[in-house]
């Protein structure tokens, strides 16, 4: 299979036009660390953005910076936490949970929305997208947003390619808002709740002033024999103590929490945002639901009278990470049909390629999406040359 790696986007620009005129399907990657997330791939050519790479602008008073797509993740990461700054919206490492190599890529950060614990404070990394240059599958460069924060007219393609899996264009560059990193991190952990518990005690504090920037639950048998349910807070030493106190007053009636701090708070939430607890066994199904926070607990009890299954909780109940066993659909009809009943999509992030091929990986669309997905796929990418089929059969 032809692999090109174009240096600058005139090059790429180039790579597309020729592929149009062949044609010839190409599969757009980054640093390959979510390879096996999708339908199976149905290209011909690999077009890698591996070697546009580069910080193009940091400006930290002004809370900004720009890199070329293939720029590693780290890199950028590095150069932030030199001047106390951060991505917002703490991007998800999926080498651990894919079993993939490679560096993430900057790029892919926009190209699938990645996001992770933070969001239920600061948002998706949708919300923190600025800018973006890319190619479409006509072979032009496309530049939308800037550099700064402003209100503008007409069809927003900052937010549309975020999330759009390379299949509307090769994102080239990328602009991303920035956030101060905090002085202290603490984490609230309430042991030997149940999941419903669990989730009333996440949604009491997340109600509360005192400003959450993570809340998961962790089952017995996730992480520990025991169950957590965790809640950190972000800031200032003298906030943290005062926030502390007023959580667990607030909170009293779940018990008494332990505070988890320093290297072993960061693990652990690191561990949350990869989903680590379910990179092992390798063979099991990996299914990522997103629903009503309250609505979790209803959600896995239903999958769980069915078939067998683990699964915690991240954004308050909000999102849930399970695992089950990849044979016959992976589960696919039970789980959608419990987020049916309380509202929600599912997405299978890992199983075998026969079972990605006959499942829909994606939460399947309703005729009226589904038309609405086509028409923009075939504006930005009239031949089809991108990604086909990667998010849905036939797009």
């Known amino acids: 299979m032809p692999s090109y790696e174009p240096h600058d986007e005139d090059a790429a620009a180039e790579i597309v036009r020729a592929a149009a005129a062949a044609p010839e399907r190409l599969r757009l990657v980054g640093g390959g ?13 690999t077009l890698s953005a591996a070697k546009l790479s580069g910080i193009t602008l940091y400006e930290p008073a002004e809370m900004v910076v720009s890199a070329r797509a293939g720029t590693p993740l780290a890199e950028v990461q590095a150069l932030l936490a030199a001047r106390g ?3 917002p919206f703490e991007p998800m490492d999926h080498r651990g949970l894919m079993g993939t ?12 929305n990645n996001s992770g614990p933070r969001r239920i404070n600061a948002g998706a990394a949708r919300d923190s997208l600025i800018g973006v240059r890319f190619v479409n599958g006509r072979g032009e460069a496309i530049k939308s947003g800037g550099r700064v924060m402003k209100n503008v007219t007409g ?20 602009t991303f808002k920035v956030l101060p990193r905090q002085e202290r991190v ?32 962790l089952p017995a048998g996730i992480e520990g024999a025991s169950a957590r349910t965790l809640m950190r807070i972000e800031g200032f030493s003298e906030s943290i103590d005062y926030r502390l106190g007023e959580l667990r007053r607030l909170l009293r009636r779940f018990g008494e929490p332990e505070i988890v701090e320093g290297a072993a708070g960061d693990d652990l939430w690191a561990r949350i945002r990869d989903a680590a607890p ?8 990996i299914w990522r639901i997103a629903t009503a926070p309250t609505h979790g607990p209803a959600v896995t ?11 915690f909780y991240d954004w308050g109940g909000g999102l849930i990470w399970l695992a089950t066993d990849a044979r016959g659909d992976a589960g696919a009809e039970t789980i959608r049909a419990a987020v049916r009943a309380q509202g929600g999509h599912a997405t299978l992030v890992r199983a075998p390629d026969p079972v990605r091929a006959a499942v829909p990986v994606f939460e399947p669309l309703s005729d009226p999406l589904t ?13 089809g040359l991108f990604n086909p089929g990667r998010m849905y059969a036939g797009i």
């Open 85 to 87: 700054q951060m991505l």
């Open 371 to 383: 038309r609405i997905t086509q028409g923009i796929k075939a504006a930005h990418d009239p031949k």
């Open 278 to 285: 379910f990179a092992e066994p390798r063979a099991a199904a």
């Open 301 to 311: 009890a239903a999958i769980g009278t069915q078939r067998d299954a683990r699964w």
């Open 155 to 174: 069809l927003d393609l900052v937010k549309l390619m975020a999330g759009s899996w390379g299949t509307l264009g090769l994102l080239t560059e990328v």
């Open 33 to 45: 660390t979510k390879a096996g997330i999708g339908r199976p791939a149905q290209d011909e050519a």
């Open 186 to 217: 603490a984490t609230l952990a309430f042991p030997g709740l149940d999941d419903a518990r669990a989730v009333t005690a996440l949604s009491a504090a997340l109600g509360s002033p005192f400003e959450l920037t993570g809340a998961a639950h």
């Open 101 to 112: 190599q490679g560096e993430p890529s900057f790029g892919a950060v926009a190209a699938v």
